[in-house]
């Protein structure tokens, strides 16, 4: 079992950063490739980004790419999502995600464990 829990959210104007974490425990947080996704009010649940379980290898959603970095602390057992350039368009609930396995995929029903979410709202 892991478990997950997301912070860092917030309300941030357009152009802004944040960066949101994830702190996980449980069972081994470095043998599982993470990912974050979002859910705006009324969408379904999107891919956001990715990383596998070394770090090395990382996937985006095209609308965040050159935007958003996702990274990872086995360490610390936690993985990052650093945002730059927020649009209002980015405005969503950010979840966390892990799967067992050691690489990353973009579809949510490949992960295994979520975290409750946190808020993030870019105003224009």
């Known amino acids: 079992q892991v478990q997950l829990v ?3 959210g ?13 702190s996980a425990s449980g069972r081994t ?3 599982y490739a993470m990912g974050w996704f979002r859910q705006a009010p009324g969408k379904e649940r999107e891919f956001v980004a990715a990383i596998s379980w070394s ?14 970095t996702i990274s990872k602390n086995n360490a610390k057992n936690t993985v990052y ?3 730059n350039s927020l ?5 969503a609930v950010y979840y966390c995600a892990s799967r067992m396995h050691s ?4 579809r949510t029903d490949e ?12 105003s224009s």
């Open 81 to 83: 999502l650093q945002m």
């Open 10 to 22: 917030g309300l941030v104007q357009a152009g802004g950063s944040l960066t949101l974490s994830c």
């Open 111 to 122: 992960y295994d464990y979520w975290g409750q979410g946190t808020q993030v709202t870019v």
């Open 29 to 31: 947080f470095s043998s």
């Open 55 to 68: 770090g090395y290898t990382t996937g985006y959603a095209d609308s965040v790419k050159g935007r958003f």
């Open 87 to 91: 649009k209002p368009e980015d405005t």
């Open 103 to 106: 690489m990353p995929v973009v």
């Open 6 to 8: 997301e912070s860092g």
